[in-house]
Nanobody, 127 residues
Framework: QVHVEESGGGSVQAGGSLRVSCVAS????????RAWFRQAPGKEREAVAT????????GYADSVKGRFTISQNNAKNEVYLQMDSLKSEDTGMYYC????????????????????WGQGTQVTVFS
């Protein structure tokens, strides 16, 4: 059974940085897709970034391009989201998801591609 778990959330002042991590365990194909989504209070969940493990292809939501970086450590089956120049609007619960889809291979983020989700880690950016 596949298990996905996030860690590394916390509170940070606007303009600061934070890194969240995602580790997956279980029967996982090496060419999987991993993504980060987030959900702010009262808002719908939105895509943040995606990574296709097979080729290292990445994709980002326009709102985080140039500020967030998704990366992987294949040896540890971990994926990271480095968040720099954080803004108050980045506040939310960040979820890691694992799956596969042609969208991910092309660097696009489609929520339907992901069928394994973590419980989330809270990120709070204060002014």
């Amino acid at each position: 059974q596949v298990h996905v778990e996030e860690s590394g959330g916390g509170s940070v002042q606007a303009g600061g940085s934070l890194r969240v991590s995602c580790v997956a365990s279980g029967p996982i194909h090496s060419s999987n897709c991993r993504a980060w989504f987030r959900q702010a209070p009262g808002k719908e969940r939105e895509a943040v970034a995606t990574l296709y493990a097979g080729e290292g292809t990445t994709g980002y939501a326009d709102s985080v391009k140039g500020r967030f970086t998704i990366s992987q450590n294949n040896a540890k089956n971990e994926v990271y989201l480095q968040m720099d120049s954080l803004k108050s609007e980045d506040t939310g619960m960040y979820y890691c998801a694992l799956g596969w889809g042609i969208s991910c291979v092309r660097g696009l983020i489609l929520e339907d591609d992901y069928n394994h989700w973590g419980q989330g880690t809270q990120v709070t950016v204060f002014s």
